[in-house]
Nanobody
């Protein structure tokens, strides 16, 4: 079964930077987008950034040019660079691969903690 393999995250001081990466361990058909969502306790997952099948990138409203998503659609890989992180960015970040048709795929989640 194809899975999403995440790497990165961890603890960073306010104002610092972190990177997240995600790749599949096999071929995925009908890919619509691939990117990252984040989730706060008791809340639904919110879009951080995703790369569409045409290569365009969509960002969540809160990003404000602090985050950059780039990747390789042909190889099903995405990389998220996060800068100027603040405590409000502390969350679990999930890699997501959306398919049409088909159910979305999710990674296991990566904890990002911004704390001095």
């Amino acid at each position: 079964q194809v899975q999403l393999l995440e790497a990165g995250g961890g603890l960073v001081q306010p104002g610092g930077s972190l990177s997240l990466s995600c790749a599949t361990n096999g071929r995925v058909d009908s890919k619509y987008s691939m990117g990252w969502f984040r989730q706060f306790p008791g809340r639904e997952r919110d879009l951080v950034a995703r790369m569409m099948s045409d290569g365009s990138v969509e960002y969540g409203d809160f990003v404000e040019d602090r985050f950059t998503l780039f990747g390789d659609n042909a190889r099903d890989m995405v990389f998220l660079q996060m800068r100027r992180l603040g405590p409000e960015d502390t969350a679990v970040y999930y890699c997501a691969l959306e398919r049409i048709p088909g159910a979305p795929m999710w990674g296991q989640g990566a904890q990002v903690t911004v704390d001095s």
